[in-house]
């Protein structure tokens, strides 16, 4: 089987995405550039930072969402990697008196893992991950686009007034919860990657006839879920007291005091999931790694 060389559309459409993105959140900086000449002028200076606003979150979520669509072509690799070792590696395979692989659980350099028969199930984030990325990332673009159309609402109200922090509160509340939407549905393709990954060296050591080993959940992975879903909880739980913030802007100090806490945790709430998301790429180079010294064995020992 041939190695596929063409250019992956993934990948095309991702740094299109990217490049969007990046060109949005300049408009914004240079829209605050502006502003700031005219930071006397109350009005036009808020209204201005309004829109920027919503410009900036939405460039950031666009950007995210390239990222997103690279990491679909990257799934859809791993299954031609896959067959590509099948078809190469019986060929390859040496041959030794090394002794069999010993059914059960055993130490490696990168962890714990069990040798079994059969490959193993994936276990249960693999599944949610599989299900939700697609509703995730949906929804994370839905949430941006109306906190941007919020933003400009908020653009055009007078500055001070109840109905602008009505409209502040919404638009801020609703745009950080795209961005931990689509941080998550992020979070859930690299768990699907990781899915998969699994899934095709089992596949493919029981097309060899061999025994199938496969690394344990490691500590790491374990981490990436407990940070990813504590992060997306505490982007819902931004997203209702920015909610409840509507309901007290007509009291301006009570509305601030809210308002001076709230945007250190929508912050802590997409640094949770990056916190994830970077454990979730150990784990991968971890079972990467982990899975060339499979193949080595392989190639050397035949075992």
Known sequence: ??????????????????????????????????????????????????????????????????????????????SHRVDSLKEALP????????????????????GAARVTDEPPGPFPIHRMAKL???PMILMGAMALLTGF?????????????????????????????????LLSGIAFLLGTIMADLRAGGGSVQQSLGLPVTTLKMPATAKAFVILMMAGLMVGIAQFAVSLGLIGI????????????????????????????????????GNVLAFQFSRVNSIIRAGV
């Open 132 to 134: 939700m990325w697609r």
């Open 249 to 284: 802007a007509d009291d301006p100090a009570s509305f601030a005091a809210w308002s001076n806490w709230l945007g250190p945790f929508r912050e802590l709430s997409l640094g949770l999931i990056l916190a994830g998301i970077v454990l979730a790429l150990v784990t991968i």
């Open 91 to 110: 060929s390859l395979r040496g041959m030794s008196d090394a002794p069999a692989i010993t059914r059960g659980d055993l130490k490696t350099e990168w």
């Open 149 to 181: 159309i919020g933003s400009l609402v908020w653009a055009g109200e007078t500055a001070g007034t109840e109905s602008a922090r009505q409209a502040a509160a919404f638009s801020q509340g609703v745009e950080f919860l795209g961005e931990a939407l």
């Open 1 to 78: 089987m041939s190695v596929s060389r063409e250019t992956s559309r993934y990948r095309s459409v991702g740094l299109l995405l990217a490049v969007v993105g990046v060109m949005g959140a300049a408009a914004a900086a240079i829209g605050n550039f502006v502003a700031s000449d005219g930071v006397t002028a109350t009005d036009t200076y808020a209204e201005t930072l309004a829109w920027t606003f919503g410009l900036s979150i939405l460039s950031f979520g666009i950007v995210k969402i390239g990222i997103a669509v690279i990491l679909m072509g990257i799934i859809g690799r791993i």
